[in-house]
């Protein structure tokens, strides 16, 4: 299996780096977590699936991740969002079906209100809604609050996990829990009960608040957070399956 060659897309000034493979739609879109790129085990073997069983995929990094140019600590949630739609309207004719981990489940909804009828479904794995309220002390979000940056060290990388204050001010324009969301599509809902960083009820208030019928929840009772072994990869291949026509 040969890897979509690396291209790039520029927005605002921006190159942006992606991979597309082209097959049978709606094309699979996913969507890292926070400091994440398309290189991820999800990823990439959500990718190794698509190209087995003739799909269309395509994989990003936002501005400042990855491969795409820019600072990291210049991008904010809403332009990530806007790079993420920019891809799929400049990219993909016809639907998409949007697989968003962690904070990428956040922009997964953002992006899906904006793109509107052209999402044929959304699948969540520990999607991440409006962390930057629950994910934060009340000291953490007063030092946001009067523009400082925090750095704090990761489970995940060697490099520190850092929020800027206009990061966390983005992400207070975007809550979306507690009041309808205006969604009809098809959802999934992957969540680890064993998840340390995101709570697994984040899923249950979630479907709560998604105006589709169509919305079912998996939880993992010992699953992680980033749920990528065997057979949480084998679920999430399942799930995008059963989404897609033919599957």
Known sequence: MTDPEL?????AGTRLAYRHRTGAGPTIVFLPGYMSDMLGGKATALDTWAAETGRA??????????????????????????DVVHLVE??????????????????????????????????GIAAAPDFTGWGFTDEKRAVLAAGETLEEPSDYSDEPYVTTSAFWLSGERSRLLG?????????????????????????LDLADALEADDVRITL?????????????????VRTVSDLLPNG
């Open 7 to 11: 291209r790039f897309s520029t927005r």
């Open 57 to 82: 995929m395509l994989r990003l990094d936002y501005a400042g991740c990855g491969e795409s140019d820019g600072e990291f600590r210049d991008q904010t949630l809403d332009s990530w969002r806007d």
């Open 90 to 123: 400049e990219l993909i004719d016809g639907p998409v079906l949007l697989v968003g981990s962690s904070m990428g489940g956040w922009l997964m909804l953002l992006a899906a209100l904006a793109l509107k009828d052209r999402v044929a479904g959304i699948v």
């Open 179 to 203: 009041r309808p969301i205006a969604l009809t599509c098809p959802v999934r809902l992957l969540h680890g009960q064993a998840d340390p960083d995101v709570p697994w009820d984040i899923s």
């Open 220 to 236: 993992i009772k010992d699953g992680d957070h980033r749920l990528s072994r065997e057979e949480d990869i084998a679920l999430l």
